[in-house]
């Protein structure tokens, strides 16, 4: 008997983690970590013994899919993990950056708690960074190629597919043995959004009988990404010859080496005024490079940039400013700025430094360029907060804001919709890895669209597969 039981992205879009399990063989799918509203999950016990996952099947190394990881091997895991070698490599940088994230924050309230006599109260940090070395190095992880068979052990077997989502990621196709009858089910993780900036296309998915598949933008389509790219030039240079600054909160994965490639495509088309560009997120810098390192997986013209030029994202007016001190330099440029910086939903990192200098400024602009869950700062502000409170301090919004949706690195209704017409075999679809309502539209779309009955799954929802 086969069974799914999900403990994550469970009408929510992070968290995701799901675990198959078939017969006695227990097989999870991603352990992320929660962001937003649902953050103070991360610190609950797993709702399962840790040390009885034999898998993880890793679909792509973004945090809320990797983030609990040095969790569950601190709290008894110790079988094999599965990846791609580029997400394996992007999760070593994630994992180190939350690690060190969590330490610094906790090294805060600490000070705080001291000076109130309240550190017998204070939440530890999951993991630090000694735990995630001994997660990538005391653990075993094997890295499958995209589109080769493995045995996973006696009666299952996988295959991984590009997902053209981010570097590396991949939708997960499992096989397995009842009764003597193959079966087949599909994790799509997060799927791409075939915007041809740097990825190569989604692939296809021909066959299964049952799918979980994401939702996060199951209630609407994104802009052409023709039309994206023109607003995004229009703001950028509007704010620019207006003598004003540009902040676009990115994550450091995908969505900052789609910018870069453009910008540096403005740059040698001459289409950029007088400015100076910053990337002002050293994880995102060191993922950069993964990129490079990976480039046979990126389109061919970022291949072609690399062999002529030795690097398709680095050029004249870009900066990549890794140290606090190189950080904060930039605020000495008082105009013609652009600054790309993380966290991407706005929860931490230099952006919120760079608000509290420049986003009460009537002549800056804020460009968000990703999704934003809910109770994150970046989605207060898309929604028209018009005062915020960036450490401890509350400040008007004045710099214009701007949500440019066509860079999504996730597929559209319209896109999940064409993906999933092509599965042959399906009969049952599940809904994973998004908000309520976003799931409900979808779920209609599908009935309407394919006549397919899609359910939402809950979360610790047990679902028997038959």
């Given amino acids: 008997?086969?069974?799914?039981?999900?403990?994550?992205?469970?009408?929510?879009?992070?968290?995701?983690?799901?675990?198959?399990?078939?017969?006695?063989?227990?097989?999870?799918?991603?352990?992320?970590?929660?962001?937003?509203?649902?953050?103070?999950?991360?610190?609950?016990?797993?709702?399962?013994?840790?040390?009885?996952?034999?898998?993880?099947?890793?679909?792509?190394?973004?945090?809320?899919?990797?983030?609990?990881?040095?969790?569950?091997?601190?709290?008894?895991?110790?079988?094999?993990?599965?990846?791609?070698?580029?997400?394996?490599?992007?999760?070593?940088?994630?994992?180190?950056?939350?690690?060190?994230?969590?330490?610094?924050?906790?090294?805060?309230?600490?000070?705080?708690?001291?000076?109130?006599?309240?550190?017998?109260?204070?939440?530890?940090?999951?993991?630090?960074?000694?735990?995630?070395?001994?997660?990538?190095?005391?653990?075993?992880?094997?890295?499958?190629?995209?589109?080769?068979?493995?045995?996973?052990?006696?009666?299952?077997?996988?295959?991984?597919?590009?997902?053209?989502?981010?570097?590396?990621?991949?939708?997960?196709?499992?096989?397995?043995m009842e009764n003597n009858d193959s079966h087949s089910i599909v994790f799509s993780g997060d799927i791409g959004n075939n915007n041809d900036l740097v990825l190569p296309h989604l692939a296809k998915c021909h066959k299964a009988d049952a799918l979980y598949v994401e939702t996060t933008y199951g209630e609407r389509n994104h802009q052409p990404i023709d039309a994206t790219i023109k607003e995004f030039k229009e703001t950028l240079l509007n704010t620019l010859e207006n003598?004003?600054?540009?902040?676009?909160?990115?994550?450091?994965?995908?969505?900052?080496?789609?910018?870069?490639?453009?910008?540096?495509?403005?740059?040698?088309?001459?289409?950029?005024?007088?400015?100076?560009?910053?990337?002002?997120?050293?994880?995102?810098?060191?993922?950069?490079?993964?990129?490079?390192?990976?480039?046979?997986?990126?389109?061919?013209?970022?291949?072609?940039?690399?062999?002529?030029?030795?690097?398709?994202?680095?050029?004249?007016?870009?900066?990549?400013?890794?140290?606090?001190?190189?950080?904060?330099?930039?605020?000495d440029v008082k105009s013609r700025a652009i600054i790309i910086a993380g966290a991407g939903m706005c929860n931490g990192g230099r952006i919120v430094h760079h608000f509290k200098h420049r986003i009460w400024d009537e002549n800056n602009a804020v460009i968000f360029v990703g999704f934003q869950a809910e109770e994150t700062l970046g989605r207060e502000i898309v929604e028209g907060a018009q005062w915020i409170n960036i450490l401890g301090e509350d400040m008007i919004v004045k710099a214009s804001i701007h949500t440019i949706n066509g860079f999504s690195a996730h597929a559209d209704r319209d896109g999940m919709i064409e993906w999933i017409k092509d599965i042959k075999g399906l009969k049952k679809v599940f809904l994973v890895h998004g908000e309520p309502n976003s799931q409900t539209a979808f779920k209609e779309t599908l009935k309407k669209e394919l006549n397919v009955d899609a359910h939402i799954v809950s979360f610790k929802e047990e679902i028997v597969l038959k």
């Avoid at 008997?1 to 063989?25: K, N, P, W």
């Avoid at 705080?112 to 630090?128: D, F, I, M, V, W």
């Avoid at 490639?261 to 050293?282: G, H, T, V």
């Avoid at 690097?311 to 930039?330: M, Q």
């Fill in 243 to 331: 003598n004003g600054n540009v902040l676009i909160p990115s994550f450091a994965l995908e969505r900052t080496q789609e910018l870069l490639c453009l910008l540096r495509e403005m740059y040698e088309n001459d289409e950029l005024p007088k400015c100076k560009i910053f990337l002002d997120s050293p994880m995102a810098t060191r993922a950069t490079e993964v990129y490079k390192k990976y480039a046979n997986e990126l389109i061919y013209k970022c291949q072609e940039n690399i062999k002529e030029n030795g690097s398709v994202f680095r050029f004249d007016l870009l900066s990549f400013t890794e140290t606090p001190e190189a950080s904060k330099s930039i605020n």
């Fill in 1 to 176: 008997m086969a069974i799914v039981r999900s403990y994550g992205a469970t009408q929510e879009v992070t968290g995701s983690c799901h675990v198959l399990e078939v017969d006695d063989v227990k097989i999870m799918i991603d352990c992320g970590m929660f962001q937003g509203k649902e953050e103070e999950k991360n610190a609950e016990p797993f709702y399962f013994e840790p040390s009885t996952i034999d898998y993880i099947l890793l679909t792509h190394a973004h945090l809320d899919h990797i983030g609990r990881i040095p969790k569950l091997v601190k709290e008894g895991f110790t079988g094999k993990v599965y990846t791609t070698a580029a997400t394996m490599d992007l999760a070593e940088i994630i994992l180190m950056d939350s690690a060190k994230i969590m330490s610094e924050d906790f090294q805060t309230r600490y000070r705080k708690a001291q000076r109130k006599g309240q550190t017998k109260k204070l939440q530890k940090p999951l993991y630090g960074p000694l735990d995630v070395e001994q997660t990538l190095n005391m653990i075993e992880w094997v890295n499958p190629e995209y589109d080769v068979y493995y045995d996973l052990c006696e009666g299952i077997s996988f295959v991984y597919r590009n997902a053209g989502h981010i570097l590396g990621s991949a939708f997960i196709e499992i096989t397995y």
